[in-house]
């Protein structure tokens, strides 16, 4: 388990799971996600959760593992622009651990 700051003054925090962040990888939901400036703000925000009902809409499947992602981060009470370039950052630093064990 992961936490993450969800605001610019620590006040609030955020649980990831590592099944979260395997359900990031899985549906690349950060791949194109950001546009060219680098920032991360309430449209990207909005971009993520209209992708992700989207791909849940669009599934035959089980989609309970986005169904997680939704309830436990992206629609958490505490998600916000910065909340998300937090997990953008967690997110980053995870796949660059995963490779290295690969590695091993």
Do not use: P
Not at 5 to 32: C, D, P, W
Not at 46 to 59: E, F, H
Not at 88 to 93: D, F, G, M, R, V
């Amino acid at each position: 388990m992961y936490t993450i700051q969800a605001n610019l003054s620590g006040t609030r925090s955020m649980e990831v799971s590592e099944e979260n962040l395997k359900t990031i990888e899985k549906y690349a939901l950060f791949r194109h996600l950001i546009d060219s400036n680098g920032i991360v703000d309430e449209a990207v925000l909005d971009k993520l959760k209209l992708n992700i009902r989207s791909l849940i809409a669009s599934q035959e499947e089980d989609s309970k593992e986005l169904l997680d992602l939704c309830i436990d981060v992206i629609y958490h009470e505490n998600m916000k622009a910065f909340g998300l370039q937090q997990l953008i950052k967690l997110y980053l630093t995870w796949l660059v651990n995963q490779e290295e064990e690969e590695e091993v």
